[in-house]
């Protein structure tokens, strides 16, 4: 009950702030809706899903970011703040968090392995979902490696 009121709210106050639903030229009408509020709301549900999980798990997270747009992309590649002109993040289909752990109170951390947990738990709620912490690594080293973008969650569109 509590994830479909997260959920609920998610996408409530998306369609109240007038979030869009990314662009994709070859679909129109009705067709784009659909696929973009599905692709969305099955992200928004299992971002749902990995905070639950989180905090049951003695986890702590806030939110880095989320959407972003072609410019701010351009500008954070510009930067090397990412590897790519085309992320998930113009999509709504990513999301970027601060990992917060400890015993009676929480302490930010930033180390990679950290992340491993929620990553792996994130990649197990649905086929689409992908771990920043596999970017850069190849699949025989996921075990031993991390990659590059840890805070980093996201769906691949269908």
Do not use: C
Request: without cysteine; hydrophobic residues 30%.
């Amino acid at each position: 009950m509590k994830l479909l009121l997260i959920v609920g709210i998610v996408v409530i106050a998306g369609l109240f702030f007038g979030y869009g639903l990314g662009n994709n030229d070859e679909l129109t009408g009705n067709e784009l809706i659909k696929v973009y509020l599905s692709n969305q709301v099955e992200f928004t549900y299992d971002v749902s899903r990995l905070i639950d999980w989180a905090y049951d798990n003695g986890y702590g997270l806030s939110f880095g970011e989320a959407w972003r747009s072609q410019e701010t992309q351009e500008i954070y590649y510009e930067q090397g703040k990412t590897k790519t002109l085309n992320s998930k993040h113009k999509e709504r289909l990513a999301v970027d968090f601060n990992l917060f752990i400890g015993d009676g109170y929480f302490k930010y951390t930033d180390n990679p392995e950290d992340y491993r947990p929620l990553g792996e738990y994130w990649e197990s709620l649905r086929k689409g979902n992908k771990w920043g912490g596999r970017f850069g690594v190849k699949k025989e080293d996921y075990d031993k490696e991390v990659g590059w973008d840890t805070g980093h969650f996201e769906r691949k569109g269908e």
